[in-house]
């Protein structure tokens, strides 16, 4: 009995995506298709490097508001009062 498939050949077993999508004599690809289709993959590779860059959570944001609020109340707390209006 023989060895068919990838064995056959030498090659490795590993099924990557680029062999998955890789297009062969005789396909038909709509070019404008696949232009638009890279245009989305790398619109949504760009925006989520923006969500891991600028990105923060509702909490976090909420918390940063709070830590702030309370830093201009502790600030105004300690303010000395000179009666001297500038």
Avoid: Y
């Avoid at 005789?26 to 619109?43: P, T, Y």
């Avoid at 702030?68 to 300690?78: E, F, I, P, S």
């Amino acid at each position: 009995m023989g060895v068919f498939g990838p064995e056959a050949t030498g090659r490795g077993t590993c099924i990557t995506p680029e062999r998955l999508t890789e297009r062969r004599m005789g396909d038909i690809v709509n070019f404008r298709r696949a232009r638009k289709k890279a245009e989305r993959q790398l619109a949504e590779r760009t925006a989520s490097a923006n969500r891991l860059w600028h990105g923060r959570s509702q909490a976090e944001r909420e918390l940063e508001t709070k830590r702030d609020t309370k830093a201009r109340r502790d600030l105004d707390r300690h303010r000395i009062e000179t009666g001297d209006e500038r």
